[in-house]
């Protein structure tokens, strides 16, 4: 399986960037990396995943380590809306399975 | 559009009760999960399957049990619910192209406690 270390807690100011730093050591070659947030009271929801390059979207950018042992979400400017648990994860998708586990994640705090 | 619908969304038992935990998503998706969350342990997978008729293990699969009929489906059942067993259950479901990782759509959960 893919384990992953990240922070338990971080701050940020509002509308100021935010790198969410994640270990993932034993992910293999072929698994993408994967992030996910999580409001209070509410499902996971999507934010980004990749292989190997940086990758963006309308959410966030993902920078991925040349040797792909870790990762770093970046949010480029924090809202209040952004307070969340970010979950960082890597698939184990050896042949004929799939599987992607989560940690415990990293709790995202916004001060106005 | 409905994505991952998940009922009920809260539920009572008492030791020993059973019940199923239904998941229904209307995207076509291959892949289908479930996921219980406790406090301060992040999200565990309990089982998942790859298609219809296929379902395996995943990290804490004892006391739950799971079927996939069809593409649209993937009900939990506790067959002798335990206090253990009180959490947060999540359902996901996403595309599946063999090793090629999709993102994974979430149900809204179900808050069980077990007395």
């Known amino acids: 399986d893919a384990k992953t270390t990240q922070p338990n807690s971080m701050e940020s100011n509002e509308e100021e960037p935010v790198h969410l730093p994640c270990n993932h050591s034993?992910?293999?070659?072929?698994?993408?990396i994967h992030w996910y947030r999580q409001l209070p009271s509410q499902g996971p929801e999507y934010v980004i995943h990749?292989?190997?390059s940086n990758v963006n979207n309308r959410m966030a950018s993902l920078a991925i380590a040349e040797d792909r042992k870790s990762s770093t979400l970046i949010l480029h400017r924090a809202t209040l809306r952004d307070a969340a648990v970010y979950y960082c994860?890597?698939?184990?998708?050896?042949?004929?399975?799939?599987?992607?586990?989560f940690g415990k994640g990293t709790k995202l705090s916004v001060i106005p | 559009n409905a994505g991952v619908t998940q009922t009920p969304k809260f539920q009572v038992l008492k030791t020993g009760q059973s019940m199923t935990l239904q998941c229904a998503q209307d995207?076509?998706?291959?892949?289908m999960s479930w996921y219980r969350q406790d406090p301060g342990m992040g999200l565990r997978l309990i089982h998942y399957?790859?298609?219809?008729?296929?379902?395996d293990q995943g990290e804490v699969p004892n006391g739950y049990n799971v079927s996939r009929s069809t593409t649209e489906d993937f009900p939990l059942r506790l067959l002798s619910a335990a206090p253990s067993q009180t959490s947060v259950y999540f359902c996901?479901?996403?595309?599946?192209?063999?090793?090629?990782?999709?993102?994974?759509?979430f149900g809204s959960g179900t808050q069980l406690s077990v007395l």
């Open positions: 996901a479901s996403s595309y599946y192209q063999g090793e090629i990782n999709e993102k994974l759509f």
């Open positions: 995207m076509n998706h291959e892949y």
């Open positions: 994860t890597g698939g184990d998708s050896g042949a004929g399975s799939y599987q992607l586990t």
């Open positions: 034993t992910i293999s070659g072929t698994d993408y």
């Open positions: 990749g292989l190997t």
């Open positions: 399957s790859v298609g219809a008729g296929i379902t």
